[in-house]
């Protein structure tokens, strides 16, 4: 099967985070990651699709908290565990440079990890 997307997704990675979707609060991990989206498994309720969220994520050597405004676009709810995927394709300039020093740490530590 030929890739369709046009980021390259970092995966498999696996990185915790909290997202904050119509007024709760809930942790996942995130799969897979690039520039322009991201997947998301959690073990609760998963938010509809079209919601806006918030993705909260910490990570590099001396951790620090991005806070990326995403889009749900598809949810695959299951009893115990669920899974969605993220578009950061309206997120706001200054989000945008966030956006793109997460991806860089998160291939430098898929790098590290791999060799």
Not at 20 to 38: H, K, L, Q
Not at 79 to 84: C, D, E, V
């Amino acid at each position: 099967m030929t890739e369709q997307r046009r980021t390259p997704r970092i995966q498999p990675f696996v990185a915790p985070c909290r997202v904050i979707a119509d007024g709760r609060s809930f942790t996942g991990y995130i799969t897979d990651f690039s520039e322009a989206g991201a997947r998301v498994q959690t073990d609760g309720a998963t938010p509809a699709a079209e919601r806006e969220v918030v993705l909260e994520l910490r990570i590099g050597r001396v951790p620090t908290r991005s806070r990326l405004t995403a889009r749900v676009e598809w949810a695959r709810p299951e009893a115990k565990a669920g899974s969605f995927g993220l578009s950061f394709s309206a997120i706001a300039a200054e989000q945008q440079s966030a956006l793109r020093a997460v991806v860089a740490e998160f291939r430098r530590l898929a790098d590290e990890i791999a060799s």
